[in-house]
């Protein structure tokens, strides 16, 4: 009897805890999908930037053909962007992309005449909001995963989280490349 009554007490507490978390289930689910709108966002703005590349790549290759090994890391590190399946992926073929346009933009300060092309001053005005939108993108998917993160990890939710496959999600890192500030001057002649 006594047996019965404990079970009867562990079975009414374990439907306490997930009765007071019974929203922790709809709201675990809540804070997926704002990760995974979040990511949509970014990864909109991963192809915005991939869309300009291929100008950006055409019009320097006018001026500084002799520069074709950079331009070609860009080349391929775009198309790894575009064939990231994950999430890690995309963050780190974008990475890639980040540190070979980096080099770039090193290899345009030898061409002054490439920095008074019209066209790859708008290409780099548009690259630029591009990585401004990026930024903000980025911010608001690692805001996202923070919350979903927290909310999946916090009692009782995180036994809800563990029931349901509720894994906790990565946030996108800049890598160690590009946490210093990067020194480009364009004035400067060669």
């Not at 990511?39 to 002799?66: C, I, K, S």
């Not at 860009?74 to 994950?86: D, Q, W």
């Not at 490439?114 to 911010?139: C, W």
Request: aromatic share 8%; hydrophobic share 40%.
């Amino acid at each position: 009897m006594a047996r019965t009554a404990r079970g009867f007490a562990a079975l009414a507490l374990a439907v306490a805890l997930f009765g007071s978390s019974g929203c922790g289930y709809n709201t675990l689910v809540s804070e997926r999908e704002a990760v995974e709108s979040a990511w949509g966002e970014v990864q909109n703005q991963l192809q915005r930037r991939n869309d300009l590349v291929p100008n950006l790549v055409e019009t320097v290759r006018g001026f500084a053909a002799q520069e074709e090994n950079v331009l070609r890391e860009v080349t391929e590190a775009r198309s790894r962007v575009g064939g990231a399946a994950t999430p890690s992926e995309a963050i780190e073929a974008s990475n890639q992309l980040s540190n070979a346009l980096s080099r770039l933009l090193v290899v345009v300060e030898r061409y002054p005449e490439l920095r008074s092309n019209q066209n790859f001053l708008r290409l780099q005005d548009e690259l630029a909001g591009t990585e401004n939108r990026l930024g903000v993108a980025r911010k608001r998917y690692n805001d996202a995963v923070q919350r979903y993160n927290t909310t999946a990890r916090r009692f009782p939710t995180n036994l809800v989280a563990r029931v349901f496959g509720f894994e906790a999600r990565d946030y996108f890192e800049a890598p160690e490349s590009a946490r210093g500030v990067p020194q480009v001057d364009f004035q400067r002649r060669p």
